[in-house]
């Protein structure tokens, strides 16, 4: 079974910690995404990288910033976590064959900062 | 810019009763349409896609959806809810630039009674 793993279900860190959030993916995707997700907002992109090494902001970027070393793995990277980076964080990954077939996602990571 | 409307924030339907979630989108050109499930604490599952073709498109779970390029809809139904579809339901359209990346709506929360 095709799988997108995200390292942590839970998390919890201190206000201005550095924190690495990682996903990888076993499907040889080109594209990989990182979603924040929280009440009321939806799914808001942050980065997505379509090649290693590639990486393109989002809507939100601010605050983050992302690393594609290896085609399977994207890492997100809070520099400095803020007690608004409390949330839902969603990895999905999508191939470019055969036209546009959807994301597969992770479990998601469930981020507090305090 | 492309954007997805699910106007219902929150929806509830008795067990057994026919459901219909509402997704309206806005694209410059012919799209692919999506819906994801949520359950809680969960990544998003895929239910059902529309590339082309027939306009009502058949997914997992029972659910399907139909394609209403007049009206830019694609609604999701299914014929007689059952509880363990409590969940959260997006819709998504794409691709949009690189990455053949997907916009998403902001989700359409679903309580099952009994």
């Known amino acids: 079974d095709v799988k997108v793993t995200q390292s942590s279900r839970y998390l919890v860190k201190r206000t201005g910690e550095k924190v690495f959030l990682e996903c990888v993916q076993d499907m040889d995707h080109e594209n990989m995404f990182w979603y924040r997700q929280d009440p009321g907002l939806g799914l808001r992109l942050i980065y997505f990288s379509y090649d290693v090494k590639m990486k393109e902001k989002g809507d939100i970027p601010e605050g983050y910033s992302v690393s594609r070393e290896k085609k399977e793995r994207f890492s997100l990277i809070l520099e400095s976590a803020s007690t608004n980076q409390t949330s839902m964080y969603l990895c999905a990954s999508s191939s470019n064959a055969g036209g546009v077939r959807g994301y597969t996602f992770g479990s998601g990571t469930r981020l507090t900062v305090v | 810019a492309q954007s997805v409307t699910q106007p219902d924030i929150h929806i509830t339907v008795s067990e057994g009763a026919s459901l219909e979630l509402r997704c309206n989108y806005s694209y410059g050109a012919t799209p692919y349409l999506f819906w994801y499930v949520q359950s809680p604490g969960q990544g998003l599952q895929l239910l059902l896609k529309?590339?082309?073709?027939?306009?009502l498109v058949q997914g997992i779970k029972g659910f399907e959806a139909e394609f209403k390029r007049s009206q830019s809809s694609f609604n999701l139904r299914k014929p007689s809810v059952h509880w363990s579809d409590a969940a959260e339901y997006f819709c998504a359209v794409g691709p949009a630039g690189g990455g053949n990346k997907l916009t998403f709506g902001t989700g359409t929360q679903l309580k099952v009674e009994l």
């Open positions: 529309y590339f082309s073709g027939d306009t």
